[in-house]
């Protein structure tokens, strides 16, 4: 196979085929690269290569027909086909939480990078994408160089990604900065091949060293988090003074330092990223002696906790102090709209409390009802907002999708049997409810 030059763009691999490779493999096939997806679960391969994609992700199906169609994109199990096929190969497997501890689970990323390794005989970049404490980049590329019979011809580099569900295939094309942690000029060039389309787009890249990389997924996530949490705290405030907190949010949002996006109070932050990777990150800074600095992010996980269990409370309330037999409808399943995900999804939270405390809820939610019926089988599941709040005591909006925010109080209030709901997201005009003969409750507000 001929070495990668200026004038012929790399071959690019991507192993780990979840939201993050998925779509990166996708878009970067679309982009012009000749790109091999590798994954160790023959019926995902199966699945992709036969054009369908196995999670939900707006405009990613069709994307991937696309790059099918052109050729430019397959996918395999084997490791050594991608060594083959690939001048840079980007690690996009999942860093979950670990089981009873708050450190990251990092046996994905070294099952690839040992498995990749083991074939790659001669020089390439191994580009780390996942989200992992810091320190494992260099860890890695001991552990690569080492089992690589290409030795020290192989280097690492790190290139962390800020996707989020929903907007997955916008992020990846269009994103608002590449980081590049490398250790040396050859690595940076290659990445910069491997992203010539995007950088083309006028977007900043920045360079930096694979520490930096790292960290500056973590500090980019446990920021979004913090800003979720403090004004999630001004709503504790709120609730304890008679305040509201969407009048306060909408106040600091005109402060262009402040800026209004991950403002909006509510039920809080859920997923596959921001929960764990704080806890991962505060797990780290103590290991490496400096969890001082980022104790704050045990107070913005607890703030976060505390919602899911005010917004029971709430509904409590609202059904006279107790919940058993109370007939609850929960709106929303996904941690967040857009999204069938329900990893850590505040919105399952709520609808299993709410059924421990001994009320009958049925969970409606237009894409991760499958996946909540998998996880939470005690729960009950209905079709559609309206059909499901036939007789219900109590309304919980929990997750805001689009088709709940436009619900007509009036023709839900034709089927409920009492009209009461707790907005979780403040995604309703409490105005118009509270005119249909409705009680109205949200978090933070009177
Ligand atoms: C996040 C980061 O945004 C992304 O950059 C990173 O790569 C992965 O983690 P994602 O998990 O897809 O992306 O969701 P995001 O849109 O960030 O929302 C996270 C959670 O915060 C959701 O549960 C959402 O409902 C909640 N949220 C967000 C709020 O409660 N208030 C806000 O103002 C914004």
New binding site residues.
Partial sequence: MAATTDAAPPRLTVIGTG??GATHAICMAVLGFDVLGVEIDQSKVDRLNSGTVPFFEPGLPELLVKALDSGRLRFTTSFAEAAEFGDVHFLCVGTPQQQGSEAADLRYVDAAATELARHLHRRTLVVGKS?VPVGTAARLTELVQRIAPAGDQVELAWN?????????VD?TLRPDRLVFGVTSAWAEAQLRAAFAPVIARDTPVVVTDLTTAELV?VA??SF??T??SY??AMAEVCEATGGDVTGLAEALAYDDRIG???????????????PK?IRAFAHRAEELGVGQAVAFLREVDGINQRRRARTADLVRELAGGDLTGVRVTALGAA???N?D?IR???ALDVATTLHRLGAHVTVVDPAATDNARRSFPELAYGTDALSAAAGSDVVVLL??WNEFRLIDPEAMGAVVGRRRIVDG?HALDPVKWRAAGWEYRALGRP
């Fill in positions: 939201y993050l989200t962390p990604e800020f996707l989020r569900e929903g907007y997955a992020d997924k980019a996530n979004l988090a800003k979720i004004i999630n209004g996006r991950f403002l909006r109070p509510g039920l809080g932050f859920g997923g596959g990223c921001l990777d941690f967040k709209p999204s995900d850590d999804a505040p997750t805001e997201r």
